[in-house]
């Protein structure tokens, strides 16, 4: 997993925003106020960004560095599904098949790819379910109830409520699965909510009680927008958005699932049939019914598609087993075609170089699949062993397809390379129109962005800063004031990015630049 893990620069816009902050939590040491481009950032708790600053304490202002923890939590993932499927299931080889299902799900691969605030949800959320199932089946001993509590006030300070979703709604299914009746402990129960207040909701409270708008905010905006009006935030997807995402996200062990519930079902059995049903059905239910849809949001199901993947390994037919691995077996050969044809050039507008690593491990995945396929074992573990092709051989290779997508990925690590190399980075650097965090980080320091009419520039929150000085480093191209400000600093040493052409009544701000260079749609104006 840390193959090439910096080869590629930060993406915006999500990406690029998390390190930048982490990289201002560690310039400005405002751990409890977090900055992005010099203005308060509250849209998420900073447990994200402390992580991230972590990280970047560690090995330095990079790409590297922001991505270095979420492949360490990847890890622990794997290891907690593990644990929960070993509990639950009483069955070594059914926990075996759900960690390897797990480890190769194309989503929980990309989750850790990349630096999102949902690869750290996730694994507080299975961390809580693993104290969950331990604490019922372990003789409900207290250190595990309280652990359940302070995972979920981790999830709530990840990410706010929406971490508690599925651990809260596995309670009762993991009751029923490991035969626990009886309710007891009901004081540490209570306890255990206000610790799981204290650890999750001690930051919002601080910011409340410091202003008053960060209820509205938080309540308003944060929580009541992202879940009915996501328009608001331009994430708003229609109904049947996850039923055509996760699948394709889930290739090819989200079949599994599916034939679980049917055999599980038909033979009434207890555990599969709760796991899959409130780990995934009903999540996926009220998922789709929120108005605000990213293909990540729905991370935390992937722990309940590999239990039933791996339910379905041991309990299944050696015929129906069979048919899945052919099936299995045949879409990783179409990858591998078309995989194929990308590397020799057959893919319209789409221009890529493999690297003699690329092609190594392209065939290394061929030649495992075709092994598994030869070797003479039980077909659970030839399904299971499947599963570890997808990470061995997407993470070398979509590093280095990324690698060599800098421009599409929305990453700006070319227009600063081209800034270092020309001598150009100490200068002023203004953008003109868009929120571009990428380049303060690639830069490390501070840049300037220009809005004129943009909704991300626009609908930053400046209501909390304590004074104007803000406005140093976000200048209003519509103000008369401001752009007198604008002209100081066409005039000193600077260059100028743009990706969108400049307004007639503006136009006259190129002037200031007698060079220019093109990166795609991106142009960088400068001085000779």
């Given at each position: ?145 309280y652990g359940f509590f302070v995972a979920l006030g981790l999830a709530l300070f990840t990410k706010g409520p929406v971490g508690m979703l599925i651990p809260l709604s596995l309670i009762y299914p993991v009751r029923k699965i490991l035969g626990v009746e009886d309710r007891a402990n009901g004081f540490h129960v209570s306890f255990g909510l206000l610790v799981m207040a204290l650890v999750g909701g001690w930051w919002f ?122 099936v299995f077996v045949a879409i990783y050969l179409l990858l591998f075609i078309g995989l194929a044809g990308l590397f020799a050039g057959q893919v319209p507008n789409f221009s890529f170089s493999p690297s003699n690593a690329t092609l190594v491990f392209l065939s290394l995945g061929v030649f495992m699949v075709l092994g598994i396929a030869l070797i003479r074992q039980d077909v659970a573990l030839k399904i299971a062993l ?143």
């Open positions: 997993m840390l193959w090439g893990l910096g080869d590629w620069g930060v993406t915006e816009t999500s990406e690029a925003r998390y390190a930048e902050i982490g990289r201002e939590v560690i310039t400005t040491g405002e751990w409890l106020k977090p900055n992005l481009l010099g203005i308060y950032h509250f849209d998420k708790p900073p447990m994200t960004y402390w992580i991230t600053a972590v990280g970047i304490k560690l090995f330095g202002a990079n790409a590297f560095a922001v991505r270095f923890f979420p492949q360490l939590f990847y890890l622990l993932q794997i290891w907690f599904v593990f644990q929960i499927a070993l509990k639950l299931f009483s069955s070594e080889k059914k926990a075996i098949y759900s960690a390897f299902i797990y480890a190769g799900l194309p989503l929980v691969v990309l989750s850790a790819r990349v630096l999102t605030t949902d690869i750290f949800l996730n694994t507080f959320e299975l961390l809580a379910i693993l104290c969950l199932v331990s604490y019922f089946k372990k003789g409900r001993r207290l250190v595990w109830l409270v601080y910011l409340m009680m410091t202003n008053q708008a960060f209820y509205d905010f938080f309540i308003g905006e944060q929580l009541v927008d992202r879940v009915a009006n996501a328009e608001k935030l331009r994430r708003s997807k229609p109904l049947w958005y996850y039923l055509k995402n996760l699948p394709l996200a889930c290739l090819p062990f989200i079949f599994l699932v599916p034939l679980a519930m049917f055999k599980g079902f038909r033979e009434k059995a207890k555990e599969l049939n709760l796991v899959g049903l409130f780990w995934v059905i009903i999540p996926l239910f009220l998922f789709s019914l929120s108005s605000s849809k990213l293909v990540l949001y729905v991370l935390p199901l992937t722990g309940g598609i590999a239990l039933c993947g791996g339910w379905l390994l041991d309990e299944a037919t050696s015929g129906i087993l069979k048919w899945v691995f052919a499947l599963s570890l092709v997808f990470p061995l051989i997407a993470v070398p290779i979509s590093t280095d397809l990324m690698s060599q997508l800098d421009l599409r990925l929305n990453s700006t690590r070319s227009l600063t390379d081209f800034l270092k190399q020309k001598g150009l980075a100490n200068q002023n650097v203004i953008v003109w129109n868009r929120r571009v965090p990428s380049l303060s980080f690639n830069l490390e320091r501070e840049i300037y962005s220009v809005k004129y009419k943009d909704h991300l520039l626009a609908k930053r929150h400046t209501e909390f800063q304590a004074d104007d000085s803000w406005k140093m480093h976000m200048i209003d191209a519509q103000s008369d004031l401001e752009l007198g400000y604008l002209c100081e600093l066409l005039e000193s040493p600077s260059v100028f990015i743009a990706k969108d052409s400049l307004p007639e009544s503006h136009d006259w701000i190129l002037t200031a630049y007698n060079q220019k260079k093109e990166f795609g749609e991106w142009v960088i104006y400068f001085k000779k």
